[in-house]
């Protein structure tokens, strides 16, 4: 962990060609697994496991869900196309720096990849957006990024990229087109897929009343820990990026708070009260809306790379 990123890339990028066979040596597509959401690497072919701790750069996850393996393997039909999955993140919230979380990435566009899918797990602001949901990002919503904490800070990597990086178009349209392409081809029913706007939040907590309905207002329809800082290093890299966030859990947005006030008087007139009681959101049930759903976010994912 730390900020201690080498400004030359290429320790890294030789420690991984290093153990490829030459047919992997070049990845086309690079994914980042969200949490629980790993189980890709199953469907891949000619898989070779790279320990994030054999890379120089690249940092340990400590979460749940996210395991510290860079797995490159062939993926779809026919010949399949060479492929790296990040078999787990970096969050910020872990101590990580913000160069540390989008290292990889970095490294996945060295080793030549030209889209990125990036999957993540999120709570839903939006109640047309159910749990189960695959949330298409069209666009995303990142306060921290306005207030200073922004992975483009500082030193540019090279400078040959971009200083003022434009963001309207952040989130690929031809990409988003396949992905809702490859959901008709799978026959998955309409509802599984809905388009949105994704909150970055730096966590680790999860999101106050007052801040879903904050969100909320301000335009986002699911909110996570993750994704935006890889976007951000994605679209300086120049690759084309996708998101795809799984809604696990509902940010619990009561209009009013349960009154405290209202119960005590209804209690001392001797009424009850049936006042509703917040909900908890935890990693637990993040993860195990997770592993149900995965299987239809990696068919998903195995068909947009497919048509390519
Ligand atoms: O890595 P992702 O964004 O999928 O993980 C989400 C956000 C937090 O890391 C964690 C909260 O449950 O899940």
Known sequence: MGDDIPLSFDASVDAIKRVLPINLQSPRVGIICGSGLSGIVNVFRDVVLIPYENIPGFSTSTVPGHKSTLAFGLLGSGEGVPVVAMLGRFHPYEGHSLSSVVYPVRIMAKLGIKDIIITNAAGSLNPSIPVGTIVVIQDHLALPNLTGMNPLLGPQTSKDLPRFLPLSDAYSPALRRLVFLAAHQLQLDDSALAEGTYAWVSGPTYETPAEGRFLR?????????????????????????????????????????????EEVQAELAGKKVELPQAQVVSHAEVLAIGQEKAGILMKLVESVVDSL
């Open 217 to 261: 207002r301000v335009g986002a329809d699911v909110v996570g820990m993750s994704t935006v800082p890889e976007v951000l290093a994605a679209r300086e890299e120049g690759l084309n990026v996708v998101v795809l966030s799984l809604v696990t859990n509902f940010v619990v947005i009561p209009e009013t708070y349960r009154s405290i006030k």
